[in-house]
């Protein structure tokens, strides 16, 4: 599981 890569991606995503 890369949750790393799963944060990475969503914190590109959504801009909270």
Do not use: S
Request: avoid cysteine; aromatic fraction near 0%.
């Amino acid at each position: 599981m890369a949750v790393a890569t799963i944060l990475a991606l969503r914190r590109g995503l959504t801009t909270t």
